[in-house]
Structures are given as C-alpha cells and as structure tokens.
C-alpha cells in the first residue's frame, strides 16, 4: 500500500480509537452512575472498588467494540475516498491490486497515479466533525454518573412528613391504559410507537409499586421526557431549520418549514382527545402544502419580471449553491437514505442546479415551467414528510397533555416540548390572540373562557385559567389522598374536563 493511503489510514484509525475512547469512558461512567443510582434508591451501599470493576471493565469491552465497529476496512476508505474527493474509483483500483505479487507496469501506474492523488488529501487535518453526533453520549453519561453520586442513600420505609402517600386509583389505571389503546391505534411509526408504548406499560407497572406522591410524578414526568426524546430524535424538521435559518436568502424556507409542521399549535390549540389529533392530522396535508407553497410561490416570482433565461440561470445557480451549501455541508446532513426529507431537499437542489446551466433552444416560458415542475415537485415531496413529522409532534403533545390531566401534574412541573416543536403563537392568519390571556394556560392549554374573573381571596380580577387551575390542584390533592370515592372523582374529574374546554369542542 501507497505511503499517502497509509497516512490516510491512519487518521481513520486515530479517530476510530478516539471514538472507542470515548464511548469506552462514557458507557462506563453510564453503567456505573446507574448501577449507583439504583443501589442507592434500593437503599445498598457497595464498596467503591466494585463499581471501579464495573466500570473498567465496562470500558474495556464496549471501547474495544466501538473502536472494530468505527474502524472501516481498506475497501471501505477506499470508496470513501473516492466519493468524497471524486477521483473516479482510483484508490478502490489501487487497493484491489494491492496484493498483487508481479504487478505489471499498468498497475504500477495507477498506483502512482493514485497515490499522486491523495497526496492532498493526506495533507488535510483529521475532520472531527463527524464526532459531534457522539456528543449526547458524555453529557448523559456525566448526568447518570453524577445523578449517582449525589442521590442521597434512602433509608428503609423513610418517608418524608412532605410526601403524600399515593396509591393509583381505578379511574387514573382505566384512563391510562385507554391512553395506551390509542397509541396503539396510532400511525405513529414503529420508531416512536413501539418505544413509546413500552415506557407507557412501564409507567402502569411503576405506579402500582408507587405509594408516594413525589416518586409518582417523577416517573410520569420522566415518561414525558423518554416519549419527547423518542419524538425529537425521530423528526428532523427542526434540523433543517437550524441548518438554514442563519441566511437570509433561505429564511422564508426555514420559516415555512417549521410553520407548517407547527400549524396545528396556531390559536392556541390543545389537544386532549384522539378526536382532536385525527381531526388535526386530516387537516394536515393541505395547511401544511399553503405554508411550503406560500415560499414557493415567493420563490418564483423573482422571475416574473425577467426577460432572458440568462437572467433567471444565475438565481438559480446561487440559491442552489447556497442551500446545499447550508444545508448539506455545514449542517451536516445525514447520508441519502437516512432522511426522506432532507433526501426531498437532495433531489430540489439537484433540479435547480441542472437548470442553472440553462437549456439549448428553449424559450423562457417553456424554461420557467421546467423551473415550476421542480420546485412544485419539492413542494409536494417535502410536504409528504411533514404530514408525518407534525402527526408524531401531534402525538406528543396528546401524550403530554393526557398524562398531565391523568395524574393532576402542572404543565410547569412536566416543562416544555420544544425540542420537539416550536411554540407557535397567534391565529391561523398569524395575528396575535387576544390582549387577555386567561384562555391560555401553562402549555397552551385550551380553557372554556379567556375571560378575567374575580378571585375571592384577592378581591382582584385573574384569567379565568389562574382560578380553574388553582381549584383544579386543589381537587386533585383530595382525590390523590384518597378522600374521594372513585365514582366521584369520576365525576369531578368530567366535570374539569368541561371547563378546561370540553364544552367548547362539544359544540364545535
């Protein structure tokens, strides 16, 4: 093998080992901070030379793993090399005649040939890059390592003065397994459906252990968050916008994007029935395409006024060049059939770029209906994907808001979704809602009335939402203790339902 190759292969190597490093330490820290997490809650304490073990050896084992799996064979670079810097399968060639004991002077040749042309290539920096999509794995590691380490010992049958007993009810038990039907009877990909019903049957199977307030909303909120997790890690909407927000010849296209996902948030919507999400989800495809379609329409009538296609060519070649340039290269996209949308965004530039080069003999009103057929075509092809990035969004957010109704958790105790999507205010026309926000609760929830109302304590006028959510918890704590017959509680809970905006979609 060729010196050049060989300085080549050795980058691969040290960023395979750096690789192997860091998931080695990192997994270890993982096992060992949840294996003392757990030990700790279960009230165990080992010597600090186990968990040493436990993590070296740990270490050692996935490290060494990481490192075989990271590290790509001879053919593999070769390939790599070759798409990467186009030079037409040369060092494929050289590597599949590397053994080769009397190589004739052809393949001497193109050996030299080759190795000529990697010179500048073993001359590059190592592209860490790459290693970004790692960075997850340290700050969780660091996070259960010292969630670990700083979680106090518990102490058999100690229960704080502070913690009301919990016991789940009937009524809580019926409606979460309903909830689980209905993510069951989703079409929410097997990606996000099948994770996410195991950490709701999880939920079930942890409540009925459960006999203090304080640990039932841990494990509800941290439901939650493995569900928002599973959501964001599937969508990728949000990293395009990221990708080409920062320019502002592609804001509008950012902009569109993330608008039509988030259609369904405008005016303030929750949704707290499957009805609502189905109802959402129908409405989907076209609300969705009048976003992307608004910028395609933008986008085109740059041309309207343009009298050459010398004219229309060079908008062409320079948005094009700009959006893959964003999109592709400095944001790092995923390989071509990872992401059907940023495979849709591939496809668009493409287009462009062929005719950027302009067309032989053809008039500019025939030029701009080729130009037309791609970008419609890119409207449709990204608006498919976004029908099904919003739905998964939709899901997320009837999860959220049923878990949080279930067990009477505030919205601010569960937090925010917005790794999974974007707080999107005002009504369907984009103006803002209305001066008074007592319709809006914590996380946007829907109430019967945006009307301020006096409270009997203060003798002041509050949002009618302030007032619903302060009896509501008030309710919901003597439910929890216990104080309440189940069929009450039944009831009571129907009748909140109502005034958080039940009656209003009744009627709708």
């Not at 092809?381 to 505030?410: E, H, K, P, W």
Request: with cysteine.
């Amino acid at each position: 093998m060729t010196e050049n190759f060989s300085v080549v292969k050795r980058k691969f190597k040290i960023i395979s080992a750096v690789v192997g490093g860091i998931v080695g330490i990192c997994l270890g820290l993982l096992v060992v901070g949840a294996v003392l997490l757990a030990l700790r809650l279960a009230g165990i304490e080992l010597h600090w030379a186990i968990y040493l073990a436990i993590g070296l050896v740990t270490a050692a084992l996935t490290g060494t793993g990481a490192f075989f799996i990271a590290m790509p064979s001879d053919k593999k670079i070769a390939k790599k090399l070759d798409r990467d810097f186009a030079l037409g399968e040369k060092v494929q060639t050289m590597v599949e005649y590397s053994t080769a004991e009397n190589p004739s002077r052809m393949v001497l040749l193109q050996r030299e040939q080759a190795d000529e042309a990697l010179g500048s290539v073993a001359k590059k920096r190592i592209d860490v890059r790459g290693l970004l999509k790692f960075a997850f794995i340290p700050v969780l590691a660091a996070a259960m390592f010292v969630g670990g380490m700083l979680t106090p010992m518990t102490k058999s049958g100690d229960v704080g003065p502070t913690d009301p007993a919990y016991d789940i009810t009937e009524t809580q038990k019926t409606a979460l397994l309903s909830l689980i039907r209905d993510v069951e009877g989703s079409e929410l990909a097997d990606g996000i459906k099948t994770p996410s019903l195991e950490v709701l049957n999880g939920l079930v199977d942890k409540l009925e252990e459960t006999t203090t307030q304080s640990v039932m909303k841990d494990a509800v909120i941290s439901a939650v968050k493995l569900i928002d997790g599973l959501v964001a890690a599937q969508n990728d909407y949000l990293s395009v916008y990221t990708a080409i927000a920062s320019d502002d010849s592609l804001m509008s296209l950012a902009s569109a994007t993330v608008e039509g996902v988030a259609f369904y948030k405008t005016g303030g919507t929750d949704l707290q029935t499957m009805d609502a999400v189905n109802a959402k989800y129908g409405e989907a495809p076209q609300k969705i395409y009048d976003f992307i379609y608004g910028w395609a329409e933008e986008f085109t009538s740059r041309f309207d006024e343009m009298t050459a296609i010398s004219s229309v060519t060079p908008v062409l070649s320079n948005f094009s060049q700009t959006l893959y340039a964003k999109l592709i290269v400095e944001g790092g996209a995923p390989e071509i059939g990872q992401s059907a949308l940023y495979d849709s965004f591939r496809t668009f530039i493409s287009g462009l770029t062929n005719l950027s080069s302009g067309v032989q003999g053809m008039s500019l009103e025939l030029f701009l209906v080729e130009v037309d057929n791609v970008v419609n075509a890119m409207v449709e092809s990204v608006t498919d994907q976004l029908v099904v990035q919003s739905y998964n969004c939709m899901m997320d957010d009837y999860i959220r808001n049923s878990l949080a109704r279930i067990f009477g958790i505030s919205r601010n105790e569960i937090g925010s979704n917005e790794t999974v999507i974007p707080d999107v205010g005002g009504d369907e026309e984009g103006e803002e809602g209305p001066s008074h926000s007592g319709g809006f609760g914590e996380g946007e929830i829907n109430y019967g009335s945006d009307d301020l109302v006096l409270d009997p304590d203060t003798l002041e006028k509050v949002p009618y939402g302030e007032l619903i959510n302060r009896y509501n918890a008030a309710i919901q704590e003597r439910i929890n203790a216990g104080d309440t017959p189940d069929e009450l509680a039944q009831y009571i809970r129907k009748y909140f339902d109502a005034l958080y905006g039940g009656i209003k979609e009744d009627q709708e």
